[in-house]
T-cell receptor, first 109, second 116 residues
């Protein structure tokens, strides 16, 4: 089983729509969780950390479900500029980060 | 300059060539990393340096040779590569190796390598 699994998508949504997707992780002892955003042919950039109680950053909401071992990202009021690949990143211990292969989101006008 | 800078941005090399990728960070971080990103695959960690010392080598073939002369600079020396080595090579840094698990990475913009 892969350490981090994501639905590759693509998720094609119209502007203004809400889009949500999950990521599952295999190590139940994982402590830290992140979402990174990667634009086409660019480097990954940290979008947000994911906290146990869930957290929001503007139009982005991240949730953590430890019991089912998944994290989610929800994007409200999608903008064209939200089109990107979203990487789920999990820290199974203090010294490692494991990356998912990414979920592609395309927002159309 | 700020952040993590990688050069060159693009590189095309033959299988018999020798080339080097360069990474420089201006964040005062002590840990630096090389990652390989192939299409539709997760990032693969190649090497980890913490305070200039290599702490991880994830079974990377010897045709990839890292060098870390100081905490701000990291090189990846390439020789006799194969076409399947074509990928985006990303450098990243963090305060130290443990901090990455809590704060994540800062990535450079990458070198897109094509081996012909």
């Amino acid at each position: 089983r892969k350490e981090v699994e994501q639905d590759p998508g693509p998720f094609n949504v119209p502007e203004g729509a809400t889009v949500a997707f999950n990521c599952t992780y295999s190590n139940s002892a994982s402590q830290s969780f992140f979402w990174y955003r990667q634009d086409c042919r660019k480097e990954p950039k940290l979008l947000m950390s994911v906290y146990s109680s869930g957290n929001e950053d503007g139009r982005f909401t991240a949730q953590l479900n430890r019991a089912s071992q998944y994290i989610s990202l929800l994007i409200r009021d999608s903008k064209l500029s939200d089109s990107a690949t979203y990487l789920c990143v999990v820290s199974p211990n203090d010294y490692k980060l494991s990356f998912g292969a990414g979920t592609t989101v395309t927002v159309r006008a | 300059e700020t952040g993590v800078t990688q050069t060159p941005r693009h590189l095309v090399m033959g299988m018999t060539n020798k080339k080097s990728l360069k990474c420089e960070q201006h964040l005062g971080h002590n840990a630096m990393y090389w990652y390989k990103q192939s299409a539709k695959k997760p990032l693969e960690l190649m090497f980890v340096y913490n305070f200039k010392e290599q702490t991880e080598n994830n079974s990377v073939p010897s045709r990839f040779s890292p060098e870390c002369p100081n905490s701000s600079h990291l090189f990846l020396h390439l020789h006799t590569l194969q076409p399947e080595d074509s990928a985006l090579y990303l450098c990243a840094s963090s305060q130290d190796v443990r901090d990455r698990a809590f704060q994540g990475y800062t990535f450079g913009s990458g070198t897109r390598l094509t081996v012909v």
